[in-house]
């Protein structure tokens, strides 16, 4: 099932089922509000959703309109949670050693995880607005799963069971404010600016085999500026697959519905299929020539970001933002 | 204004306005039915509230019912947004001193704040559940704000407008998982389970002279197991106040109505008045005795905080909480 967050004025949408082209879509109203609503009583209610999304598929939904990304907010257009990992390790290896850091000792064995802001997650099509060009301002493409509730001290297995939703991310950084918070040891408060989505959400079961041992087998695609810059595989080189995650994060409390959680920027070792993110780049770039020449986003520039199954259709829609700064 | 939310079996409970000596409560149902409706539309909803508060307080509201603390959940059963910071410089500088760390050099200019999860808020007297007794398991009495719509870039004084409630939070620590992460500089996952939250919000008004300058001057009492551990002065030695803080958070993004932002655990440079933590109080006896003797939370036992005003009236109402453990 394919489901998307439309625009109406209010702080959380329409929720929406989706065709499976995402050529059409249809609203859950009569079901389900919103996305928190669905997700709060997933089981009672997507059932309900599942025989409308088949409808819908057959193009037998009476009141069926055209999907229309740009009308979209995030599938959650604010989350109780988000929560962020570093699970593919070129891309935090590539980094730290760029700055001259070892990766830490425990990379392999124990997830990088970081606590996000979900007060107000970005639309696939949204402007990203920033306080300032000198920040280094950078994309991040990713999955993350959306989840029902979980308990704590869930282990790996059960944990993937509460993954009711897929998502595709792109997670914004402001790579010169990092340092100094990374310092502090507390996390990230001004570096992660709002993070934006995709405009589809789907469930598990669209993946067929591709979503597989907590691992999500997929080809992201990034572009600045309208050029490719990279064709990643999101599966293969997940170091830490998304049910480690769930569990890592629920040691020590439980999760309650809703709760995103993030695999963190894709990245694989092969440098030819490109970066997910600039800081990556100019690491990469660094480590060869001594300098890093790729600069970061400056205004009115774009990114896009799309993921694509085995046979090539689009999994979640496409994010495309511009970069604004915001007005003094 | 004071406002409570009483469980219903629901996630975000009833909306229900608390008179002033916290003796009756009336639901608030057919203006607003959830504390996060409320501050969705503040302006619009809370000068209905405020009528229903004078009616109350009056004696004349035909539902009220006698307010008992044990119904209630957090007054945000699940935040879009949780941050907290460490405004009271002896608390950091001391665990920081017992550790045999230096405090950072930016202490007084730059705050200490992370992200912390807000998904499943705990009541006043919910049990706190933990999954281990080896973890260090600490409570951490400290104040928060709850905001409305904060533009991004705000400048203090603006910010400190956006304040819309008070809270007295239980900010449960596990000490012994904190080292680790702070040293993975990602911030804490692990280390900070659900955050516990006294039954009553109050606006700022109600504090009239005792909220000035985005500091509370209220007296917080702390015991353990029925025994007093502390009273302490909230208001002068918090060295960041909220507009600050709420700037700091809001340099480079806007933040969403609902979100809770604390002071951190208050603390005073004299010693006599004793910890809002037990990390605090560990480290002044290891400091002044070379080994800390105050054991942490053990299963079943109790913690009770409560912030008095100048006439000695109990402003939030107290946190009352029994430590548990996760059944294996």
């Known amino acids: 099932m394919k489901l998307a967050t439309l625009k109406d004025g209010s702080r959380d949408g329409q ?10 879509a249809h609203f859950a109203a009569g079901i389900a509000g919103t996305m928190q609503q669905l997700l709060d009583d997933w089981n009672f209610l997507s059932p309900q959703l599942e025989d409308l999304y088949t409808t819908l598929n057959h193009g037998k939904a009476r ?9 979209c907010m995030a599938p959650l257009p604010r989350a109780f949670q988000w929560v962020d990992a570093s699970a593919y390790l070129p891309h935090v290896e590539r980094v730290r050693r760029a700055r001259g850091a070892e990766p830490p000792a425990t ?13 107000a997650l970005l639309g696939p ?8 060009a000198d920040d280094g301002i950078d994309y991040e493409g990713e999955l993350a799963v959306v989840t029902g509730d979980v308990p704590m001290g869930c282990a ?15 997670d914004w950084t402001l790579r ?43 080809t992201l695609l990034v572009q600045r500026n309208g050029r490719p810059v990279a064709r990643l595989a999101t599966g293969p080189e997940m170091h830490f697959d998304f049910g480690t995650l769930l569990a890592h994060l629920a040691r020590t409390r439980r999760l309650g519905a809703g709760s995103i959680v993030g695999g963190g920027t894709v990245s694989n070792a092969d440098a030819a299929a490109g970066c997910a993110c600039l800081a990556e780049q ?6 060869a020539d001594g300098a890093a020449r790729t600069p970061w986003m400056g205004e009115g520039e774009t990114v896009r970001l799309e993921a694509l199954a085995g046979d090539g259709h689009s999994v979640f829609g496409a994010i495309e933002q511009r970069v604004a700064l915001a007005a003094r």
Not at 107 to 119: A, E, F, H, K, T
Not at 156 to 170: H, I, T
């Open 156 to 170: 790996p297995e059960a944990a993937l069971e509460s993954v009711r939703l897929l998502l595709l991310a792109n």
């Open 176 to 218: 010169e404010r990092v340092p100094a918070e990374l310092a502090k040891g507390f996390g990230f408060v001004q570096a992660k600016p709002a993070t934006a989505f995709a405009p589809v959400a789907v469930t598990p079961d669209e993946l067929g085999a591709e979503w597989q041992g907590g691992r999500a087998r997929l």
């Open 107 to 119: 990379l392999r064995d124990d997830p990088l995880m970081y606590q996000g802001g979900s007060d």
């Open 125 to 132: 099509c949204d402007d990203a607005v920033f306080a300032s």
């Open 282 to 287: 100019r690491a990469l770039e660094l480590l």
């Open 15 to 24: 929720l929406a089922v989706v065709s499976r082209d995402l050529a059409s």
């Open 63 to 71: 009141h069926a309109f055209p999907f229309e990304p740009r009308q």
